[in-house]
């Protein structure tokens, strides 16, 4: 399009150039040559404006587009990056947790190994007539017992709501996140 706009003004001057000469006297005088000379230099003069014009508008354009351009993959790369962030925390909590139930499986384990001995003890002590120890043994164990339960039960609770109020955390990010992207992307 602005290669027809320059070709019309190229075209323009080269019309205006042969009329004046058409008009213009067969011999040339130091007058003749000032008559013919001011209005090419005027026609150049008008030419050379109109061209820096257009081409002004044409780098206006161009560098308006390619704004745009920038814009829309800075927003599509800020949304990417938003994704992978947030894949990447629910990874880490996955990962995190099947650790936590591994480790905790591997303790209960060997805390319900060490009761299994202890009540081992108090049955070994009532079969050979230690009825008062065993019995101690028996209780004690099953105390310990209640008191681990009730203590995991209590940590557990206290994880799990830790863990909500991270996610409604994350959550209000994202959601947050989410509506100053739409803002800028309506403005």
Known sequence: MNFLKFLFGIILAQAATYVLILL???????????????PLLIIALILAFWFNSIA????????GKVKDDFANERDKLRVNAQR????????????IAKETKKAHAKANFKVGA???????????????????????????TGGVMGGYYWRGRRLENERLKEIEGRRNLDLIETKSSQIKVLKKGKS
């Open 24 to 38: 213009s006297p067969a011999e040339f005088t130091m007058t003749g040559v000032f008559r013919l000379a001011v």
């Open 114 to 140: 060490a009761f299994a001995a202890a009540l081992g003890v108090g049955a070994l002590f009532i079969f050979a007539q230690m009825l008062t120890a065993g019995l101690l043994a028996i209780t004690a």
């Open 84 to 95: 992978a962030k947030e894949r990447v925390i629910k990874e880490a909590h996955k990962d």
């Open 56 to 63: 002004g508008h044409h780098s206006k354009d161009a560098i």
